[in-house]
């Protein structure tokens, strides 16, 4: 099982529809990030929380510690909105690194 | 403001030729790089990380390796390229090793053929 999973894996949606993407992790952590990576490649990060709620414009990212969880929403989604969004943790411990989800492959039709 | 510039953006190499990716960033003294690789389908692999000039810590062991001959300067080099090398690789920088938020590179898409 990956220490990080992202759910679901794809998803599609109308303009303006609100979107929750989620990530769950299995290690204790010191920070959880989500990035957004555009179809030409570029990953640029959109939050880097460690407690409670995030916004930023129509992003909102929010992290429960204590179920390991964390969940990415987007509101009144656009064609622009159209990526793969990332979760990924830096871990606690002796050997602090950051581990990756898969992604989530986001598609905002018109 | 800080920058990040990785290139060449794109390339096509033969299997066994040389290979150097070159990333730099702009703004920021003593940052703290990465290289990461993303094969298709799969999440990114960390492949090396450096907290200073001439520090190279490798993650996963393969027929690459780095080097940092300059503050801002972290290169990614082969000898011989595999067909396994095909993939997307970004340089990353933070403030913070492994808990600062990350600063990506454009990208450099390679195809060993």
């Known amino acids: 099982k990956n220490e990080v999973e992202q759910s679901p894996q794809n998803l599609t949606a109308q303009e303006g529809e609100f979107i929750t993407i989620n990530c769950s992790y299995s290690?204790?952590?010191?920070?959880l990030h989500w990035l957004q990576q555009h179809p030409g490649g570029g990953i640029v990060s959109l939050f880097m929380?460690?407690?409670g709620k995030k916004k930023h414009g129509r992003l909102i990212a929010t992290i429960n510690i204590q179920e390991k969880h964390s969940s990415l929403h987007i509101t009144a989604s656009h064609p622009r909105d159209s990526a793969v969004y990332i979760c990924?943790?830096?871990?606690?411990?002796?050997?602090?690194?950051?581990?990756f989800g898969k992604g989530t492959k986001l598609t905002v039709n018109p | 403001s800080q920058t990040i510039h990785q290139w060449p953006a794109t390339l096509v190499q033969p299997v066994g030729s040389p290979l150097s990716l070159e990333c730099t960033v702009e703004?920021?003294?003593?940052?703290?790089l990465y290289w990461y690789r993303q094969a298709a389908g799969r999440g990114l692999q960390l492949l090396f990380y450096s907290v200073g000039i001439g520090q190279i810590s490798s993650e996963v062991p393969q027929n690459l390796s780095a080097s940092r001959p300059q503050d801002r300067q972290f290169i990614l080099s082969s000898k011989k390229l595999l067909l396994s090398d095909s993939g997307f690789y970004l340089c990353?920088?933070?403030?913070?090793?492994?808990?600062?938020?990350?600063?990506f590179g454009e990208g450099s898409r390679l195809t060993v053929l």
């Open positions: 929380l460690s407690s």
């Open positions: 290690v204790g952590i010191s920070a």
């Open positions: 990353a920088w933070s403030f913070r090793f492994y808990t600062g938020e990350l600063f």
């Open positions: 990924a943790v830096s871990t606690q411990g002796g050997s602090e690194k950051l581990v």
């Open positions: 703004g920021t003294s003593n940052p703290n």
